[in-house]
């Protein structure tokens, strides 16, 4: 479990420093000898600018129990990517439709919270096995922190209400997120320093944290030294999320049921730059949403560059353009980009600016929409993007897994 205290007296007492990426020292070893290599030019300058590493072939997936509930099947599956700890998802069906279904990844967002992952996304059914952030060879953190779904995603399990549009849904833990969150126990230095000053806070305020909310206060520090690690991989940490995401995508496609020629993605916020990125690496992505995730590189300077996390600020990512030129890398048909007019984690001017220049770089692939909204994925705004999914991933028959193949 989440150590109770960190104090620097405590790490003054200890003989061996700690690891700083506990859970993934495998991570340095593989990440330098197997770099993503997809066969377009335009998804390998990507790869090489965020460092992906190679996702494994032949994942071997778990399914570790399957509920029906209210017209969904709801399967959680577990799988290992090749480095770290394993990976928790889960597999929304719907019951109603029978024959080869259209998959969607649905991408979590960062949200500041790292205890859980997609688990946010989901409706977890009342007789299901309960699950609290945890595997089976580690503790978890206790149930999703409340308020979440509500905050965020005006109180709606994506994921499950995707599977009742008639999606095959696959929402998975993203590196650094619920199963694949790192090992803080015994904390890192500077982050046990960093948590010293919360726990005064605390303190002082009467507050007695939850595990997740301890958790996930020493993981917010921790990103730095994650970011840190990464770059002396040469990678990022939008690189080595991205491993995860073509990870779940080669399972997606995968599965039975599934209609592997017919695949999509769709996120909010962090999880919207997330869909893009794995639309830039893979073909495989034929339509893909982003909710609250567009601005120009320009406008985040200087006022906003810290209203963000390591997630959207890779070094290599500018070389190659700004976030329009990143969404317009894809060879998706369609994808459609929702922007908040009062998300107060992205200029106005930057959101617009970046509207005409998708117009001018994807034109007849490229479709936005403005909400009078703050930083939240509403109903309306899902309902938007799941009729927009429809559109361009059942209008068809079902087609041989062979249309389109991973690069």
Known sequence: MFPQTATTAGIAGRQRRPSAIAGYEDWPGYAADNPYRPASKDARLLAGA???????????ITVDWEVEDNNVVTSRLSWQTGFGPGT???????????????GLLALHCHGGIKSHGAERLVGIPAEAPRHDGGTTSRPGLGPLPPGLQAKLYGGRPLATWLARQGFAVLAHDAFMWGSRRFHLDPLPYRTAHWLDGQEALWREAGVVPSPAERYNAAAAAHEETVAKAATL????????????????????????????GRLGCIGFSGGGGRAMVLAALSPQIRSYVVACMMTTFES????????????????????????????????????LLQYGLRDELFPEDGMRDAD?????????????SFWNEGHVFTPAMQEEAAAFLASHLMAEQPSTASARTAS
């Open 50 to 60: 965020l460092g992906v590493p190679a996702v494994t072939p032949g994942t071997a």
């Open 88 to 102: 928790s998802a889960w597999l929304l069906r719907p019951t109603s439709i029978a024959g080869p279904l259209p």
């Open 233 to 260: 991989l040469g990678s990022t940490i939008a690189g080595t999320v991205a491993h995860d995401d073509l990870t779940a995508l080669g399972v997606l496609a995968s599965l039975p049921g599934v209609d592997a």
């Open 300 to 335: 985040l300077l200087p006022a906003y560059v810290d209203a963000h996390s390591w997630l959207l600020h890779s070094s290599g990512l500018p070389r190659l353009g700004g976030l329009p030129d990143l969404a317009a890398r894809s060879t998706a048909d369609a994808f």
């Open 356 to 368: 005409a220049r998708l117009l001018a770089a994807a034109p007849g692939r490229y479709s936005g």
